[in-house]
C-alpha cells in the first residue's frame, strides 16, 4: 500500500470526523479562497485508547502487539512540547513515519522527495493535511505523538496505520536578511505583524516583469512545479487598491507554481524559502489573455513572503 504523499487521509476519509464542506487551494487571484481558516477549535481532538496506547514506538519502528483492533481513530502524547498550540489554518514543520498494520514502514519524511532534511513543512488545511491534523491538533508545538487509524477510514479494502508524527510551529512571515531597495520599484513598508502596505510609484506602469527581494531568505529552493506556502499582498497599480490578499484571511496559502499566472511564478521559482519577494506582474504576464477577466487590462504588484516549499516528485 502507498499513501498518498502528503496526504494519507484525504477529506474523502476524514471530512466526516474533522470539517466538512472545507476550502480547497487556490492560487492568487481576485476571488481567491483560503486554502487554510485559521482557528481556535480542535477538529478532532483525538483521545488516547487501549490500541494507540498499546504501541511501542522504538528509533524508526514500532510494535504493534496482539489484540490491536483498530476500531477508532485514537492518539497517545509520546512527548509533549512547550510551543503554543497547533490548530487548522497553522503552518508546521512535520517529521512523520506511517507503519501498516504490521508494523511494516510504509513512508517516512526521511524519505519524502517533498522535504528536505527529513522534514515536510504544511498548511494545516483539512483537505491536504488531515492525518496530521489529526495528530497534533490542540497539542504544543514540539509534540510527538502516535496515531492509529483504521482501515476502514481508506475506504473499502483499507489497510489500517499507526502514525508516529512531531511538529514545530513555522513563522508566518519571510525572516531573510533587508536588501537594499530597487529604484523605480513600489515601496514597501512592513506592519508590526509583518503585513506589507505597497505604495505605488507615480509612474507609468512597466510593460515588462519586474521582480526584486526585499528580504533574502536562506532555505530551500523552490524548483518548477514545487507547491509553496507564501503569504502575499497584491495590490492594482492603476489605483494600489488591495485586490487579493492572504492576510486578510487569516492563514497563508498554498499552490502549485505551475497553477499561478506567469508573473507570479517568476516571483518563486529559484527562490529561497524565507524570502520575501516584490513582483509587478503587466497584463500580458498576468489575465490579459483571459478576456472578460476583471483583471485582464490591469498592472499587478504583488509582495510575498516565501514560508516553505514541498518538492515536486521528480
Known amino acids: 500500500m502507498r499513501l498518498r504523499r502528503l496526504a494519507p487521509v484525504s477529506a474523502l476519509a476524514l471530512a466526516a470526523l474533522v470539517l466538512a464542506g472545507c476550502a480547497g487551494s487556490d492560487a492568487p487571484d481576485a476571488s481567491a479562497s483560503p486554502s ?3 482557528s481556535s477549535d480542535c477538529l478532532l481532538d483525538a483521545q488516547p485508547g487501549a490500541d494507540s496506547d498499546g504501541i511501542v514506538v522504538g ?3 514500532v510494535t504493534i502487539p496482539e489484540g490491536v483492533e483498530f476500531a477508532e481513530i485514537q492518539r497517545t502524547v509520546l512527548s509533549e512540547g512547550d510551543g503554543d498550540d497547533l490548530h487548522s489554518g497553522d503552518l508546521v514543520a512535520v517529521s512523520y513515519e506511517i507503519f501498516d498494520e504490521t508494523g511494516a514502514l510504509v513512508e517516512s519524511s526521511a524519505d519524502s522527495p517533498a522535504g528536505d532534511d527529513g522534514v ?15 495528530a497534533l ?3 504544543p508545538a514540539g509534540s510527538e505523538t502516535v496515531l492509529t487509524i483504521p482501515g476502514t477510514m481508506f475506504g473499502d479494502g483499507g489497510q489500517s496505520v499507526v502514525v508516529v508524527s512531531h511538529g514545530t510551529a513555522l513563522s508566518t512571515t ?3 536578511a533587508a536588501q537594499d531597495p530597487v529604484e523605480g520599484m513600489p515601496e514597501v513598508v512592513l506592519g508590526e505583524d509583518g503585513r506589507p502596505a505597497i505604495t505605488i510609484p507615480d509612474a507609468d506602469a512597466p510593460t515588462e516583469v519586474q521582480l526584486a527581494v526585499l528580504l533574502q531568505g536562506d532555505g530551500p529552493v523552490v524548483a518548477p512545479g514545487d507547491t509553496v506556502i507564501v503569504q502575499y499582498e497584491g495590490a492594482k497599480w492603476s489605483d494600489g487598491s488591495m485586490f487579493d490578499s492572504s492576510w486578510d484571511r487569516g492563514a497563508p496559502a498554498s499552490f502549485s507554481t505551475a497553477g ?8 518563486l521559482e529559484g527562490k529561497q524559502v524565507g524570502s520575501q519577494v516584490l513582483v509587478v506582474v503587466p497584463p500580458a504576464a498576468g489575465y490579459g ?3 472578460g477577466h476583471e483583471l485582464q487590462h490591469e498592472t499587478l504588484v504583488f509582495v510575498v513572503d516565501i514560508l516553505g516549499v514541498q518538492h515536486a516528485a521528480q
Do not use: K, N, W, Y
Request: hydrophobic share 45%; charged share 20%.
Open 120 to 134: 515536510v513543512p504544511m498548511l494545516f488545511d483539512p483537505q491536504t493535511a488531515s492525518i496530521f491534523i489529526a
Open 59 to 61: 528509533d524508526g519502528s
Open 137 to 139: 491538533e490542540c497539542l
Open 289 to 291: 489573455a483571459q478576456e
Open 260 to 267: 499561478v499566472v506567469d508573473g507570479f511564478r517568476q516571483a
Open 36 to 38: 487554510g481558516t485559521a
Open 174 to 176: 519571510a525572516e531573510g
